[in-house]
C-alpha cells in the first residue's frame, strides 16, 4: 500500500482526496494546510493525519508519495524538499512560473531518484484519450495545424489573491489556459519551436493576465493556436480541431469527439462521460501510482511539464516584444 501524502489541503487538494478513495494499492495517510481549522475540516472528512508545517508531513515514514497542489509561486522549494525527502512527486500545473525553477524540480528529481509527473489531468479525460487512441491507430499521419481552447469564468469561487499576480505565478494562461495548450503540444507529439502571442487584461481589475492569443510553430512541419480566455460572463468553451494528413478531429470536452473523412462528419463512440474531470483526476492517480511502482517513466513527464513553461514564458516575451519568440528550455 502506498501512502499519500497532499500538500495544500484546500480546494483541489479536495479533489485529489476523493480521487484517492477510488485508488486501490493507495491510501491518503497525511495532509497539510496552513490553516488549523480548515486542516480538522479537511482530516475529519477524508482521514489521515494533518500536519500545520509541510516538513513534518515529509518526515512522516507512513509518506511514500505526495501531490503539491499550492500556489504556483510556492512549487519549487516544497518539490525540492519532496526530492530531498525520497518521496515521489505528483504536482499541480504549471509545475513551477519558470523554466529555471522547472530544471530545478527536476535535478532534485533525479537526483533522488525519485518519480516527478506534472498534473495536467485533462490528458487523462475520456474525450483527449479517445482522440489520442485514434491518432495512434488510425493512420492520420502527422498533426498539421491545430487549435485549441479554454474560455471559461475566471473569477470562480475559489479564485484568490495569488491567482490575480504575475508575480505569484497567476493569471488565466498560467492557472486554465495552459491546459488547452498542453493539449495542443500532445496532440502535435512534438516541442513547439516558436511562439508569438497577444497577452491582455481585458476584463477584470488586475496585474495578470485573463487574456491570451498564441501562435506557435513546430518547425516547418506544423502549427496551431491557443486561446485563453477569462471571462467575466458567459459559458464554458473547451475544445480542439486538429487537423492531420489524412483526416480531421474535433475534441469537445462537453460532448465528445468527432472525426471528419470523406467530407463527412462521424461522432466517436466511449468518447465522453459524466464527471469528466473527476474521471481524469482518478485515472491521473492510477498513472503515477504505475509509475512508481513500476519505477517506470509516467505518461506525462516532467519534460513535457517544462515545455509548456517553456511556451508560456517565450509568449509573454513575444508579447511584450511583439515579436515571435524562440522557445527555450
Not at 519549487?76 to 525527502?85: G, K, N
Not at 473547451?238 to 487537423?243: A, N, P, R, W
Request: glycine residues 10%; hydrophobic residues 45%.
Amino acid at each position: 500500500m502506498i501512502g499519500i501524502g497532499i500538500i495544500g489541503a484546500g480546494h483541489f487538494g479536495t479533489a485529489h482526496a476523493r480521487a484517492m478513495h477510488e485508488i486501490k494499492g493507495a491510501r491518503l495517510v497525511a495532509s497539510c494546510r496552513n490553516d488549523a481549522a480548515g486542516l480538522a475540516d479537511f482530516t475529519t472528512d477524508f482521514g489521515g493525519k494533518g500536519y500545520l508545517d509541510y516538513r513534518e508531513l515529509l518526515a512522516d515514514p507512513d509518506v511514500d508519495a505526495v501531490v503539491v497542489a499550492l500556489p504556483h509561486h510556492l512549487h519549487t522549494d516544497v518539490a525540492i524538499a519532496c526530492a530531498a525527502a525520497g518521496k515521489h512527486i505528483m504536482i499541480e500545473k504549471p509545475m513551477a512560473p519558470t523554466v529555471a525553477e522547472c530544471r530545478q524540480i527536476i535535478d532534485a528529481a533525479k537526483a533522488a531518484d525519485v518519480v516527478l509527473m506534472p498534473g495536467h489531468t485533462m490528458r487523462f479525460t475520456l474525450p483527449y484519450l479517445a482522440a489520442r487512441r485514434l491518432i495512434d491507430e488510425g493512420g492520420f499521419g502527422e498533426m498539421r495545424y491545430g487549435s485549441s481552447r479554454m474560455i471559461k469564468l475566471w473569477m470562480e469561487g475559489n479564485r484568490r489573491n495569488w491567482h490575480l499576480d504575475p508575480a505569484t505565478g497567476g493569471g488565466m494562461l498560467f492557472t486554465a489556459g495552459i491546459h488547452a495548450l498542453d493539449r495542443l503540444l500532445a496532440f502535435a507529439g512534438r516541442r513547439a519551436s516558436h511562439v508569438s502571442a497577444i497577452t491582455a487584461t481585458s476584463f477584470h481589475e488586475q496585474k495578470a493576465d485573463d487574456v491570451a492569443l498564441l501562435l506557435l510553430r513546430f518547425g516547418e512541419e506544423a502549427a496551431g493556436q491557443v486561446a485563453s480566455i477569462g471571462y467575466a460572463d458567459g459559458a464554458f468553451i473547451s475544445g480542439d480541431e486538429l487537423v492531420f494528413d489524412r483526416g480531421v478531429l474535433a475534441v469537445d470536452f462537453f460532448k465528445g469527439v468527432t472525426l471528419g473523412r470523406g467530407l463527412k462528419w462521424q461522432p466517436v463512440d466511449n468518447s465522453i462521460e459524466q464527471d469528466v474531470a473527476g474521471r481524469a483526476l482518478v485515472r491521473q492517480w492510477q498513472a503515477f501510482l504505475s509509475a512508481v511502482r513500476d519505477g517506470t517513466n509516467p505518461p506525462v513527464t516532467a519534460e513535457d511539464g517544462m515545455h509548456v513553461v517553456a511556451c508560456i514564458e517565450a509568449a509573454f516575451k513575444a508579447s511584450r516584444e511583439r515579436r515571435e519568440m524562440v522557445v527555450v528550455e
